[in-house]
C-alpha cells in the first residue's frame, strides 16, 4: 500500500524547535516531489513548504520562509520539516503529501499535532 | 496573489440531493491546476478531482467537477451521509493554495 506517516509531533515553547519526519512506503520516493501542509485547530489548510524528488529545489509559504526548512533523504524515503523559531500561530496539524505530476496532491499521510505554547 | 473563494461556507442537505459547491479565483487560473479535497473530522484530506474535471482513483461518478478560467464547480449528486464532510479547492501555482471550505451537512 502506498503510505505516509508522519511523526515528531508535539510541544514546543514559543521560539523552539521541533523536526518532522514522514516514512513514506509503497511507492518509489525519489520519484515525486512532496508537501508539508497544516491545519489550525478548527480552520482550514494551508499549504507550507514543497521540495522536488531530487531535493534540489525547494519553496516555502510566506508564513514560515526563514524558519522551516524541508529536505528529504532519498535513501531513507523520508521527509522532515525542520520548525525552528516556533510561534503560537505555527500550532496545528502538520500534514506530509505526495504531489503527482498532474498535479496535486494524491497521497495524504494521517497528520501529527504541533503545539507551541509556554 | 491569487485568492480562492468558497461558497457557501455551509450547506445543509438531505441524502439522495445534489450539492453544488463553488471556488472562483480572483484571477483566472490554469483549469489543469485546480483540485478538489474532501476532509472528514479527525482525518486527513482526500484527492477527489484534479485538472478541474479528472476524478481521482477510486473516486465514484457522482463527483463531478467543472470551470474554466475564474470559476469552478463541484457538484455531488445523490448524496450519501459518506459525503458529508468539508470540500477544498486548492490551485497549484508557485505556493498552493486552498480554499476555505465548504461545509456539507445533514
Known amino acids: 500500500d502506498v503510505q505516509l506517516l508522519e511523526s515528531g509531533g508535539g510541544l514546543a515553547q514559543p521560539g523552539g524547535s521541533l523536526r518532522l519526519s514522514c516514512a513514506a512506503s509503497g511507492f518509489t520516493f525519489n520519484n515525486y516531489a512532496m508537501n508539508w501542509a497544516r491545519q489550525a485547530p478548527g480552520k482550514g489548510l494551508e499549504w507550507v513548504s514543497a521540495?522536488?524528488?531530487?531535493?534540489?529545489?525547494?519553496t516555502y509559504s510566506d508564513s514560515v520562509k526563514g524558519r522551516f526548512i524541508i529536505s528529504r533523504d532519498n535513501s531513507r524515503d523520508t521527509l522532515y520539516l525542520q520548525m525552528n523559531g516556533l510561534r503560537a500561530e505555527d500550532t496545528a496539524v502538520y500534514y506530509c503529501?505526495?504531489?503527482?505530476?498532474?498535479?496535486?496532491?494524491?497521497?495524504w499521510g494521517q497528520g501529527t499535532m504541533v503545539t507551541v505554547s509556554s | 496573489e491569487i485568492v480562492l473563494t468558497q461558497s457557501p461556507g455551509t450547506v445543509s442537505l438531505s441524502p439522495g440531493e445534489r450539492a453544488t459547491l463553488s471556488c472562483r479565483a480572483s484571477q483566472s487560473v490554469r483549469s489543469s491546476y485546480l483540485a478538489w479535497y474532501q476532509q472528514k473530522p479527525g482525518q486527513a484530506p482526500r484527492l477527489l478531482i484534479y485538472g478541474a474535471s479528472s476524478r481521482a482513483t477510486g473516486i465514484p461518478d457522482r463527483f463531478s467537477g467543472r470551470g474554466s478560467g475564474t470559476d469552478f464547480t463541484l457538484t455531488i449528486n445523490r448524496l450519501e451521509t459518506d459525503d458529508f464532510a468539508v470540500y477544498y479547492c486548492?490551485?497549484?501555482?508557485?505556493?498552493?493554495?486552498f480554499g476555505q471550505g465548504t461545509k456539507v451537512e445533514i
Open positions: 486548492q490551485h497549484y501555482g508557485s505556493s498552493p493554495l
Open positions: 503529501a505526495r504531489e503527482n505530476p498532474v498535479p496535486a496532491f494524491d497521497i
Open positions: 521540495i522536488t524528488g531530487s531535493g534540489s529545489r525547494t
